[in-house]
């Protein structure tokens, strides 16, 4: 019987901390980063937003902006599709930062800017195509 009452509170304090961390990961606080939306630039100007969220595209043509007085900040058009957003970040850029990049940023929109703290670049596609056909492998290169 003393077994039995040991699983039974296991099991509660499981489902309690599952409870608790449910709790907070939705109702954290903006600041904290816990759950982020990702939407479509096309949902964000139908929707004020003003939680965090995370947003993809491509860089427009033409559109990065080095700061002069500060090189970790940058401003870049997020386009996709027609829609374009001004987006201003501030951090160190990923290597494959370019014009014509895909890129998922994440932050806050405010006053017709959206204000990125995240800036990731999605692998090139030049990569992904080699690994999937498995004829295109040369194993003979391969020394051991």
């Known amino acids: 019987m003393v077994s039995q009452n040991k699983f039974f509170i296991a099991i509660i304090g499981l489902v309690f901390v599952v409870g608790l961390w449910i709790w907070w990961a939705t109702e954290n606080p903006n600041h904290e980063q816990a759950l982020v939306k990702f939407l ?57 930062f370019k014009n014509g990049a895909e890129v998922i940023v994440e932050g806050l929109y405010v006053n017709g800017i959206f204000e990125a703290d995240i800036l990731q670049t999605k692998c090139a596609s030049r990569f992904e195509g080699d690994l999937r056909d498995a004829e295109s492998y040369n194993l003979d290169e391969v020394s051991i």
């Open 40 to 96: 479509s630039v096309e949902q964000l100007f139908k929707d004020n937003q003003n939680d965090r969220i995370r947003l993809g595209g491509l860089v427009a043509d033409k559109s990065i902006k080095l700061d002069d007085n500060n090189y970790l900040s940058c401003n870049f058009d997020l386009q996709e599709g027609e829609l374009i957003l001004p987006i201003h970040f501030v951090g160190v850029r990923p290597d494959l």
